[in-house]
Nanobody, 120 residues
């Protein structure tokens, strides 16, 4: 059993910053790639950023230069630093992690989602 819990969302003004966190816990042997996705109103879920266990990172074009994904392997936690936020960044943000459990079963696990609203 693996759980992912997100935190750090909320309401912020345009141009502001937020930092999202997502901690994985449970029967974890190893955490591989971790990622953030988002679902904006009336839109499909889209991948925002990914980070491998080797610290290779990729970003959606819409967030490059504004968002930074990092991870703390000792804490099985991934972060998303969001700067210069725009109203179009308003969405429910989801983290996911590719995890090998203690039973040596590998699956992708998702958090419950957290709301980010950018508005004046």
């Amino acid at each position: 059993q693996v759980q992912l819990v997100e935190s750090g969302g909320g309401l912020v003004q345009p141009g502001g910053s937020l930092r999202l966190s997502c901690a994985a816990s449970g029967s974890i042997f190893e955490v591989h790639t971790m990622a953030w996705s988002r679902q904006r109103p009336a839109k499909q879920r889209e991948l925002v950023a990914t980070i491998t266990s080797g610290d290779n990172r990729n970003y959606a074009d819409s967030v490059k230069g504004r968002f930074t994904i990092t991870r703390d392997n000792a804490k099985n936690t991934v972060y998303l630093q969001m700067n210069s936020l725009k109203p179009e960044d308003t969405a429910v943000y989801y983290c996911n992690a590719d995890v090998t459990t203690l039973a040596r079963i590998q699956n992708t696990h998702w958090g419950q989602g957290i709301q980010v609203t950018v508005s004046s």
